[in-house]
């Protein structure tokens, strides 16, 4: 059974490697803990035992708008409904905090999963690449 928890501990070694593994890189030594603690509405964890499965940051504004970055699943539980129920806790604590809007920015390719499985809808928005 897998648990979730909005501000679930962790420890940064788990997420570097989620990271890493998410986004195909080597793993990093960055201090998610202090990042998010500091600077994000919340986070959700994603937990198989003790085993670190999910993971998704929740920045905001510090007001009304909050952001999802950074879903990540490993590989072993993808396509299973576990980023599905990471986004569905964040969606429930931004909504708890009072934000009223829930951004999301994301590659094509997971398009299906942010409008179909979670329920995002399109919207118009610009990029600066910097």
């Known amino acids: 059974m897998i648990t979730y928890e909005w501000r679930g501990r962790f420890e940064n070694p788990e997420v570097n490697a989620l990271h890493a593994e998410g986004f195909d890189h080597e793993p990093l030594d960055d201090d998610w803990w202090g990042q998010v603690t500091r600077h994000s509405l919340g ?25 999802v970055l950074d879903t990540l699943v490993t590989a072993t539980e993808r396509r299973q409904g576990v980023g599905k129920h990471l986004v ?26 942010y409008f179909d499985t979670c329920g995002f809808q399109p919207t118009a928005a610009g990029l600066i690449a910097l």
């Open 88 to 113: 569905a806790k964040a969606v429930d604590g931004a909504r708890a905090a009072g934000c009223e809007w829930l951004h999301v920015d994301f590659d094509d390719h997971l398009e299906p999963f």
């Open 43 to 67: 986070w959700v964890t994603a937990r198989r035992d003790d085993a670190l499965v999910g993971f998704v940051n929740v920045a905001w504004d510090g007001a009304v708008h909050a952001f």
